[in-house]
């Protein structure tokens, strides 16, 4: 009996070193640290160089021969915006004073009036254009609200502030009725003036956190990503106010999930593999997508 005993104690040793007889294989197909690094340096030497994606970027559509058929879409400065708006208006008294009515020309959004210029790695518009006239029952209400946003952008730019989206909806909530009318309208005004949509001065609330090897400053303050702690640093929404961006960094790491990124941050993986780690919090709003292409120019 004692002997079974023995024997039948033995038996789960036996199979514990069975299973880790099993498992060795794949233990020692993982490498250390010091090759991954290796292998990343080597990876990162075989990319090509910021300064040359900086060159690419600096094509234009007049350049690509594409002016004619798709608008053009820059970062404008303030008065720029305001030059802009005030031309708007100046077109729309023309067109009353000549008896033809109050008529906005808002460039279409729809898929069939965007194309993908592989050139400038991104989507522009083309010249289809749709009417809004003020005297149309199926339009007015859009004219209306165009007209108010165009008024609000006018005094940020006057009074060299920003707001946040929702912001400039509580400004005109009975007109408005729900943010989407307003930050759909608000776009629509972005690609009337031909700017982006930090340029309004119009921003949109933090979502995206970055950690790591990154230092960059943030309104003439300097931030250390590594010093951020678990929760890191929020990315700010107004993208402008970020520069003199400088890393060690052999890559950035974009997560998805609160889960995945406090697994890395807890662990320290950026001291470990010298790395700049994103969360996006599943979808990436803009202001993330534009601090990840910041990096991208500059590091």
């Keep these: 009996m004692a002997e079974k005993k023995k024997r039948l104690r033995a038996d789960p040793d036996s199979d514990s070193d069975s299973d880790n007889q099993t498992h060795a294989p794949f233990k020692k ?11 990343l340096k080597a990876l990162k030497e075989s990319l090509p160089s910021s300064s040359s994606i900086t060159n690419n970027q ?8 594409l002016s004619s058929t798709c608008r053009e879409v820059a970062d404008l400065d303030l008065s720029s915006v305001k030059s802009a708006i005030e031309d708007v208006v ?3 008294t023309k067109s009353i004073l000549d008896g033809n009515g109050f008529t906005l020309e808002v460039p279409a959004r729809g898929n069939a009036n965007q194309l993908f210029v592989s050139e400038l790695d991104r989507i522009v518009l083309k010249d289809k254009i749709s009417l809004r006239p003020f005297a149309n029952v199926n339009t007015v209400r859009k ?4 007209t108010r946003i165009l008024g609000l952008i006018h005094q940020l730019c006057m009074k060299n502030i920003h707001v946040m989206k929702l912001d400039l909806f509580y ?7 729900e943010q989407t009318q307003s930050d759909t309208m608000l776009d629509d005004v972005s690609c009337m003036l031909g700017c982006t949509r930090s340029s309004l001065n119009v921003i949109a609330s933090e979502k995206g956190v970055v950690v790591g090897r990154l230092i960059f400053s943030d309104n003439g303050d300097m931030i250390d990503c590594t010093k ?6 929020a ?4 993208i402008d106010r970020v520069g003199d961006m400088s890393s060690d960094a052999l890559f950035i790491l974009l997560v998805e999930k609160d889960a995945a990124y406090m697994r890395l941050v807890e662990d320290r993986f950026y001291n470990r593999f010298l790395c700049i780690i994103v969360m996006a919090k599943e979808q990436p709003d803009v202001a993330t997508r534009l601090f990840l292409r910041k990096m991208k120019m500059e590091l």
């Design 29 to 39: 197909r993982l490498k250390t640290d010091s090759t991954i690094l290796s292998i």
């Design 58 to 65: 600096t094509l234009t559509l007049a350049d690509l021969g």
């Design 90 to 92: 100046l077109r729309i």
């Design 143 to 146: 004219t209306t609200i165009t």
């Design 171 to 177: 400004t005109d909530v009975k007109l408005f009725q």
């Design 228 to 233: 951020m702690g678990m929760g890191g640093k």
């Design 235 to 238: 990315i700010p929404p107004n």
